[in-house]
């Protein structure tokens, strides 16, 4: 669980969502309300969680995944939090990339709030999200939140879907061990001078060849696929090693 409250969304979210409730239920007491969450990115077997408070009744919980037993899910009606406070909660953990179409439904008669976050041990995916909240279950970032009123305290029908897109790290090489920073930083700057000291040899080699002896078009085209490939890897080399290369 995060550490914090959420903020409150902005006042004109808030006023459009009251007038919006507020007119549908006075036309149609059945209503379901439906709110969408596309483009949901998080890491393969980290945890999804939806929290909702107060509790809510009638959840239920479907998944659609890239293939079946790929995912797990959890959920529970009434879960206090560290907080003391009386919660809905939803957890799903992707097993495998893909994507993955969660759908929450439940009703409600009360104004609710709501929180759509991810327990991680890799803080450095969701990192351009905001900063995580170290917690007993691993870092907890916030991804979305969202606080529906319900002024006439009458009983309606949520669906909250959730489009996921769940990444798994590259390849497995040596370099996604993950040391920390100073020492990879280290290991790219070495492999980065040899690189370097390689690409120079050919280019002064050929540069100096050409004046004595002369040498062919090909072999400096040759030279600078060299430099362009070798500059491709260090590209490569960086993401990888600083923890940003994800598939």
């Known amino acids: 669980m995060p550490s914090k409250l959420p903020s409150q969304p902005n ?32 890491l393969a077997n980290d945890t999804l969680a ?10 239920s919980v479907d998944c659609v995944s890239p293939s079946s037993n790929v995912f797990r ?7 206090i939090d560290p907080y003391k406070r009386e919660t809905s909660i939803i957890y799903m953990q992707p097993r495998v990339r893909g994507r993955y179409d969660l759908l929450i439904s439940f009703n409600s008669n009360t104004t609710w709030h ?21 917690t007993s279950q691993g870092y907890f970032v916030v991804l979305k939140e969202i606080e529906v009123p319900n002024e006439n305290n009458q009983t309606l029908g949520y669906v909250v879907r959730i489009m996921l897109q769940a990444y798994s790290r590259g390849p497995s090489s040596i370099f996604f061990i993950r040391f920390p920073e100073p020492v990879n930083m280290a290991i790219f ?22 004046k004595s002896e002369g040498i062919s078009k090909i072999r400096w085209i040759m030279v600078g696929l060299l430099v362009a490939v070798s500059l ?10 600083s923890g940003e290369a994800y598939v």
Do not use: H, K, Q
């Open 11 to 42: 006042l004109l979210t808030f006023l459009t969502i009251t007038f919006m409730l507020s007119i549908a239920a006075l036309l149609n007491p059945a209503l379901t309300v439906e709110f969408s969450f596309p483009n949901i990115e998080i």
């Open 114 to 134: 709501g929180v759509i976050g991810v327990y991680t041990i890799d803080s450095d995916f969701y990192g351009r999200i905001g900063s995580p909240t170290v």
């Open 232 to 241: 491709y890897i260090l590209y490569w080399l960086y993401t990888v090693m």
């Open 189 to 210: 700057i070495l492999i980065g001078v040899a690189v370097a000291y390689l690409n120079t040899f050919f280019i002064l080699d050929s540069y100096f060849r050409s």
């Open 73 to 79: 899910v959890a959920f529970f009606s009434r879960e």
């Open 50 to 59: 939806v929290i909702i408070w107060p509790p809510v009744t009638n959840l």
